[in-house]
């Protein structure tokens, strides 16, 4: 699957905006819609890309007003884009170096056709996993250092920490235990369209709860197809004592998609993303 050509997970529709209009049409616009990016336009001719992660780490983070700032003041100018031939994992490749959740895809005219996403990526993954007839615990994958906070701490302090530590997300704990996640998805939706004081108001006022988990015996592939089909990025992994043993996010999963490809040219690339995530235990931007 990861040789396959990248115009077969590619996204068609993606919404587009106006690079001089306010930030807080485009972050409503995005959360209408309930998608983590928009495309960045000036006269028709793409120019950046404006994501969830942006409003968490460049709006929310450094208390901007959006209806005073321009979509072109925040956005991300840094644009990657590759042929539709282009394979899979060769695009993986290029996200991993340059750091992106999202690469744009040219056509043949040189227009942009689609887009690949870290969600289109996750269903080849599942693809993947279902052609194993044993699996991997999840444990062997999972991240055990992860974003926490308590449930008395207020919305500010997760987006701190979420903006420093280049996160994509924070597990919600109370004694010890997981009772809820704050994501970057819900810093739109419920933070940065809205009139919130993020100094006073607790993070369970925002966070998604009940959070979901899976024991961290659970095979790979199951907790992929959990995933996949709620549209999570990220899975908190309990301990036996119910607190938190570590979480699943794409990082995991494109690890973990590497190893069950043969071909050499995808080993290769592979061994790349391995050395980037050595060297940036982060990914953010685009």
Known sequence: MLSNKVREIM???FLTAEASIPVIGAMKMMAARNVGRVLVVDQGAAVGIFTEHDVVSRVLSRRLDPKRRTLREVMTSSLMAVGEETRIVEALGRMYRRNFRHLLVRGEKGAI?????MRRILKAALELGEELTEAPPVKRIMSRHCCTVEATQPIREAIRLMSETHSGCVVV???GRPIGIFTERDGLRRVAVKSIDTRKTPITKVMSTPVTTMPYWTP???VLVEMYQKGYRYMPIPSNQGGLAGTVCMRNIFRYAGALDVDSKVRKTWKE???FWQSMDQYTPG
Not at 113 to 117: D, E, H, K, Q, R
């Open 220 to 222: 790979v592939p199951e």
């Open 173 to 175: 704990l109370s004694g």
């Open 273 to 275: 993303v391995e050395e």
């Open 11 to 13: 996204t068609k529709e």
């Open 113 to 117: 056709v689609g887009m690949a996403s």
